[in-house]
């Protein structure tokens, strides 16, 4: 069986052309191991890089098994914005087969979420809490699920999911298929996975936690108060679409106001803004009226840009498995990217956590005046280290 093709995995004929009208020419490793075993109705655990086509990957089987047998889909994913995302890949399959969809997420109509639930679509996404709130209304029942899709599972667990998703499956026919994607898989997730499916084919391109292999990383060592004139630097020393990340709201909302402040054009996502607004950021951010759009972690798995050229972690994630999430917004889809992440100098330990996950030792450099490490993460703790300007540079380098 050869990668180079769709042509080859068992898909239907009519799917096929729809890829083929789509652009879609060869399938990417997470999809061609994924989608005959989907195919067979087997349940699958799922490991890739974030932007390598998992939605496809369980895409394609769901409308293809859909259209054969009884029942409906469910796809649960941690935030709002991955959900419109997915449900806008999935459409550009289904619909032609009289498949609808429909989406069930926070901050949006309950009303016309009922509407839509009263037509009866044959694909449900959604968010676990907006789920369960029409379960409790008796607007949904879940009885008639048959294939169970788990996306960005470990980001569910590590947002407190992990209760609303055992109600969820526990009010799931027994006899489904289930999928289960993710960019990391710890070892706890695997273990409650399991518990709920039948003998799952384990799908693993990339061990968990590799970042895309396209991305070219730099740390740099600053004092908290010189971010916001560094940030400015890196703007403008790197041109094309940029995300910035943010630890919380109210950092992101102050970093997008001082960016408009100064004529730059930025648009920002995070849990103050209203759906409306997260979408009219978003839209704005794809269309070209933003270059950047400043984000905390709700976007780290729901956005879906082309070509983000830039990646700027303005603050270190919480934890090292949302790094690999953040800087997967760039590189995405065998293109180059760029990431770079600001440490302030008693973040050595979090550098080393991001470095031992993702099993890459990064180029760290430090701003003249601002203090360092102690000694580089990836060095023996015995050892410290001393700077020398890069010649250049405004940047010192590690040694």
């Known amino acids: 069986m050869t990668t180079d093709s769709f042509h080859n995995l068992g898909i239907s004929h009519e799917i096929l052309t729809i890829l083929d009208q789509l652009h879609f020419k060869t399938p990417t490793p997470i999809q061609h191991q994924s989608i005959p075993a989907g195919l067979a109705g087997k349940d699958i655990i799922g490991i890739a890089q974030t932007g390598t086509g998992k939605t496809l990957a369980f895409g394609i089987p769901m409308v293809q098994r859909l259209q054969t047998i009884a029942g409906r889909g469910l796809i649960l994913l941690p935030t709002r914005e991955l959900a419109l995302q997915v449900n806008e890949m999935i459409q550009k399959i289904a619909r032609s087969f009289g498949i609808s969809s429909t989406v069930l997420i926070g901050g949006e109509s309950m009303f016309h979420q009922i509407n839509a639930l009263r037509r009866r679509p044959r694909i449900l996404v959604a968010t676990p809490g907006r789920l369960i709130d029409h379960m409790q209304q008796k607007f949904v029942t879940l009885e008639e699920v048959s294939i169970l899709v788990l996306d960005e599972a470990d980001r569910m667990f590590d947002m407190g999911f992990a209760p609303q998703i055992n109600q969820i499956i526990r009010r799931l026919p027994t006899d489904r298929q289930t999928l289960l994607y993710s960019a990391t898989m710890p070892h706890a997730i695997v273990n409650i996975a399991t518990a709920h499916m039948k003998l799952p084919v384990r799908v693993e391109v990339a061990p968990s936690g590799t970042a895309a292999e396209n991305v070219e990383h730099e740390i740099i060592v600053v004092e908290k108060e010189a971010k916001q004139p560094l940030l400015e630097t890196v703007l403008r020393e790197n041109q094309g679409t940029v995300l910035v990340f943010s630890r919380t709201k109210i950092g992101a909302r102050k970093i997008c106001r001082n960016l408009n402040f100064k004529g730059y054009r930025a648009g920002e996502i995070h849990a103050d803004r209203s759906q409306a607004q997260r979408k009219q950021a978003l839209a704005g951010f794809k269309n070209g009226r933003y270059r950047i759009l400043v984000a905390t972690d709700i976007a780290a798995r ?98």
Not at 313 to 323: I, R, T, V, W
Not at 345 to 351: E, G, R, S
Not at 363 to 370: A, D, H, N, Q, Y
């Open 302 to 399: 729901g956005i879906d840009v082309k070509d983000i050229a830039l990646v700027i972690n303005f603050d270190l994630p919480d934890n090292s498995e949302d790094y690999v999430h953040r800087i997967g917004r760039t590189g995405r889809a065998g293109r180059e990217g760029k990431a770079i992440s600001f440490a302030t100098p008693d973040q050595k330990w979090d550098v080393r956590d991001i470095e031992k996950l993702i099993r890459k030792t990064l180029k760290i450099v430090s701003l003249p005046g601002s203090s360092s490490f102690i000694e580089h993460a990836a060095k023996p703790a015995s050892r410290t280290r001393s700077f020398r300007p890069r010649r250049g540079s405004r940047f010192r380098k590690f040694r």
